[in-house]
């Protein structure tokens, strides 16, 4: 069962090509790879945020707060409705990632954000602890589908710290629309297509090598949040597309007085 409860510090960093592949050679020596990462190609991941209908979850985590949560469904691949996917909650306190999830089937996960409870659930399956929490922040806000983002990662583990991680995101890719894990990954691209989102995950501090890897290339912590970003360049993109259309009307309407 993959691991289900645990609190680390999060650091992510922004890495061009040229730094990606000098960081990416040094870390296959340190590190071993994911067992996903078969034939050091990368896996798919895609995802679903849950929010308010105002999206207050994500608007609240973007004036950053102490503390701040937020609701997701995960898929490794693109799942079908007898899929395991994994829904949880991501919080953040003081700079302290602690994330709770449980395993589902697709179509449970979807009947459960629906209904809001689950009707005996399966303990060898299921976190019943975590669902419980789950329940609670669905029955106490009323949480809706609101972003699709997927991605493809590169992920390694330190041989000697199991708990250090690094990981490399490309072809980050958001949607306010089709709010299906089961349509799979497409949507607005969200960084450059040559660059990497690099999230480095550990429960106490980074090895030595590695920090001297950082500072050697002047590599520098960024504070980048997919969800957010995600909501704030498609919210930006609706309200440009909306002043194009005003100024067009604008314009027609002008030229319907000159005639």
């Keep these: 069962m993959a691991i289900e409860v645990f609190k680390r510090y999060e650091n992510k960093y922004m890495l061009n090509e040229l730094l990606y592949y000098r960081i990416l050679a040094e870390v296959s020596k340190r ?3 994911d067992p996903f990462n ?11 945020y849950y929010d308010t209908e105002d ?11 102490v503390y701040k949560e937020k609701l997701r469904l995960r898929s490794y691949g693109t799942p079908d409705s007898e899929s395991t996917v994994y829904l949880g909650i ?17 179509s ?14 399966d303990p060898e ?23 699709n983002i997927s991605y493809l990662r590169m992920a390694f583990f330190d041989k000697d710290l199991p708990d250090f991680r690094v990981s490399f995101d490309s072809q980050i890719l958001a949607r306010d629309y089709n709010l299906k894990l089961e349509e799979g990954p497409y949507g607005t691209p969200l960084i450059p297509s040559n660059f990497r989102l ?34 704030m360049t498609l919210n930006n993109n609706e309200k440009e597309n909306l002043q194009c259309l005003n100024q067009y009307l604008q314009q027609k309407q002008q030229t319907a007085v000159y005639r």
């Excluded at 078969?38 to 679903?48: A, F, L, R, S, T």
């Excluded at 999206?55 to 707060?65: A, Q």
């Excluded at 399956?125 to 972003?147: A, C, G």
């Excluded at 501090?205 to 960024?222: G, M």
């Design 90 to 106: 991501k919080k953040k306190y003081k700079g302290i990632v602690g994330k709770r999830r449980t395993a589902l089937k697709l």
């Design 38 to 48: 078969e034939n050091g190609k990368p896996y798919q991941i895609c995802n679903i």
């Design 125 to 147: 399956r299921m976190n019943l602890q975590v669902i419980k929490e789950i329940e609670y922040i669905l029955q106490t806000n009323k949480m809706v589908p609101k972003m």
């Design 198 to 231: 690099m999230e480095v995950k550990a429960s106490l501090s980074a090895p030595l090598w590695f920090v001297r890897l950082l500072s050697d290339n002047k590599i520098y912590p960024t504070g980048f949040s997919k969800y957010g970003t995600a909501y």
């Design 31 to 33: 590190m071993n790879p």
């Design 108 to 121: 449970e996960a979807y009947d459960f954000l629906t209904k809001k409870v689950i009707e005996n659930p």
């Design 55 to 65: 999206s207050s979850f994500i608007r609240h985590s973007l004036e950053k707060p």
